[in-house]
RNA sequence: GGAGAGGUGGCCGAGCGGCUGAAGGCACUCGCCUGCUAAGCGAGGAUACGGGAAGACCGUAUCGAGGGUUCGAAUCCCUCCCUCUCCGCCA
């Protein structure tokens, strides 16, 4: 959510960012519903003072015993207006936040103008993609002779987008999940949480997936709960509507949970394997810092989730993405993208966002400054660290040997108790 | 799911139709004071929105949420949510 107030007050700046980010929102709508709102509440509000005033001048006329018939019968129209007009007022301030709610994070000036993918400048490569003396095999195909994925199982169980894994492609989940959860917490400093999966629509409002992204989400209706399509759901949420001591700053919180997508207007895309998958397990990095340190966090956010993949070895580059490519909420984000051999390619493995204080506005998270004065919205940050069948699958391919077999990368083997999975 | 109790400011806690934006206490901030790791005295204070050059000032709203009754509601009525206790069910 942006300031209402920064908006009517930088309304060119505003506009010139939505612009680069390819947004083709009509501020015009704005100014409408803008000043309308205000004149009906200067309107209302008018009134209202008028019948506090009436109200306290009846009880004291009542006290001494005066006769209060006629202008209780004025002041009984009086309150018939106010409540029409409250309604007008409220219905207003409904669609006002309609509109904002809609209007996506303008860009951090640093961020590269572009209009999508193809224009995200890479920020730096680690680690060259292995030569292959034999035909590399894809993962699924690789999980499917080895038997640990399932997928035929899966769409028996749940449908497409679904995968069993098995064996020791179960264990290799569970040990990436636990090595990255370590990492996260031993050495960079994060405390783990275990989230609930299911949570309100005010949940998701205050994180920035409603009202827009809807159709993403799994409902259960009849409770009105939402499955999480990542953990930065809850854990932004974590603070809502709190106010936070300066020297609390940083938080820095991380969850492993499995993330619900309906993958809506994917399809067709990556129907192979377990690329894009309705559930999926992901370990989460979410930070909440002042204003003047969340740029410097962003860089040490990325960093930590970098280092999940220079610890598995696994070859990687790091782009940051443009104007037209960034998320809704994010200010500014890097993707990290892990090298598939079966694709040629590198794919997106992680993706680390400073939202400055667009969730925070919209979830209520404040901090009180050192030095007093106001509380302000604080800065939250996300990134994954990492997608966890992502990772699975880069390991796959890239350790895959000419016999079938995979190599079990050096830092997973105390977690595997195995150095390798073979057929 | 059944029965009961309850949700008031940062916290505790009064209020049960007008004089209550809300007693009192604690915590907090600022002065004063006491020469000592503490106490005393005085003062101050919430958030959002609207008007406004203004963090001045004025107004409106906010006592779990939403409706209703009333000239007027923290106070009365209805619905919902949450917490606690007991029972049931259950990983």
Not at 22 to 28: E, Q
Not at 178 to 186: A, E, I, R, S, V
Request: charged content about 30%; proline content about 5%.
């Amino acid at each position: 959510m942006i300031d209402l107030a920064t908006l009517r007050r930088e309304r060119e700046w505003f506009e010139e960012r939505l612009r680069s980010r390819g947004s083709t929102l009509d501020l015009s709508r704005f100014d409408e519903i803008d000043t309308e709102r205000r004149r009906r509440i200067t309107e209302v509000e008018a009134l209202k003072r008028k019948r506090n005033e009436t109200s306290k001048e009846i009880g004291k006329r009542k006290a001494k015993g005066e006769d209060i018939s006629a202008i209780a019968s004025e002041m009984k129209k009086l309150s018939a207006t106010i409540k029409e007009l409250e309604e007008k007022v409220k219905e207003l301030d409904q669609q006002l936040y309609d509109f904002l709610a809609l209007i996506p994070n303008p860009p951090h000036e640093s961020v590269p103008i572009g209009e999508g993918e193809e224009d995200n400048p890479v920020v730096r490569t680690w680690g060259a993609p292995r030569e292959f003396d034999f035909e590399p095999k894809s993962h699924d195909e690789l999980g499917r002779s080895l038997d640990i994925l399932d997928f035929e199982r899966a769409s028996k169980l749940s449908g497409s987008r679904f995968v069993v894994y098995k064996g020791l492609g179960a264990r290799l989940e569970r040990a990436l999940i636990c090595f990255m959860l370590d990492l996260h917490t031993g050495k960079h400093g994060y405390t783990e949480v275990l989230p609930p999966v299911l949570v309100t629509s005010d949940t998701m409002y205050g994180s920035g997936q409603l009202p827009k992204f809807k159709d993403e989400l799994y409902l259960c209706e009849r409770d009105g709960l939402y499955l999480i399509p990542t953990a930065e759901v809850p854990l932004v949420n974590l603070h809502r509507d709190e106010t936070l001591k300066e020297d609390q700053l940083p938080l820095y919180y991380t969850a492993y949970t499995p993330c619900f997508r309906r993958e809506a207007g994917s399809h067709g895309k990556d129907v192979k394997g377990i690329i894009r998958q309705h559930q999926f397990n992901k370990v989460e990095l979410v930070k909440f810092t002042t204003p003047e340190s969340s740029y410097e966090e962003l860089e040490k956010l990325l960093r930590d989730a970098e280092e999940v993949l220079q610890l598995l070895e696994l070859p990687y580059r790091v782009v940051e993405l443009c104007t037209g490519d960034l998320g809704f909420s994010a200010a500014k984000t890097y993707d990290i993208e892990v090298w598939v051999p079966s694709q040629n390619r590198y794919r997106e493995i992680s993706s680390c966002s400073n939202c400055e204080d667009f969730q925070a506005r919209r979830a209520g998270i404040r901090y009180k400054p050192k030095e007093g004065g106001k509380s302000r919205y604080l800065h939250t940050l996300n990134g994954s660290g990492l997608a966890v069948g992502r990772t699975l699958l880069a390991i796959l391919e890239n350790y895959q040997q000419e016999d079938g077999s995979v190599v079990i990368p050096e830092a997973l083997r105390q977690y595997m108790g195995t150095d390798k999975i073979a057929p």
